[in-house]
């Protein structure tokens, strides 16, 4: 079992920056394939980010390639999301997400942080 806590998220200004980040506890996150997610209102859960158990391979969607860059530091059970050129249609709850089998599914992953609410202003 492994518990995840998102923090970082907040207010912030269209083409500004933002780093969120993601606290495991209860097990080493080097275990799991982990990704971002994020459910903007009215809209489906959809993935964003997604990195390896190592950190060797990362995996972005459409959208936000090229701004956005996940990273990983497993020594200190901490998983990261650098949000670059933010835009308006960015603001979402976004959520961390661990699998044990390498998953990048909306719904499907293992375990999933309760999400930090960003805010992007025009």
């Known amino acids: 079992q492994v518990q995840l806590v998102e923090s970082g998220g907040g207010l912030v200004q269209a083409g500004g920056s933002l780093r969120l980040s993601c606290a495991a506890s209860g097990r080493s996150i080097s275990a799991y394939y982990m990704g971002w997610f994020r459910q903007a209102p009215g809209k489906e859960r959809e993935f964003v980010a997604g990195i390896s158990w190592s950190g060797g391979s990362t995996y972005y969607s459409d959208s936000v390639k090229g701004r956005f860059t996940i990273s990983r530091d497993n020594t200190k059970n901490m998983v990261y999301l650098q949000m670059n050129s933010l835009k308006f249609e960015d603001t979402a709850v976004y959520y961390c997400?661990?699998?044990?089998?390498?998953?990048?599914?909306?719904?499907?992953?293992?375990?999933w942080g309760k999400g930090t609410l960003v805010t992007v202003s025009s």
């Open positions: 997400a661990a699998d044990s089998v390498g998953r990048r599914s909306p719904t499907r992953m293992e375990y």
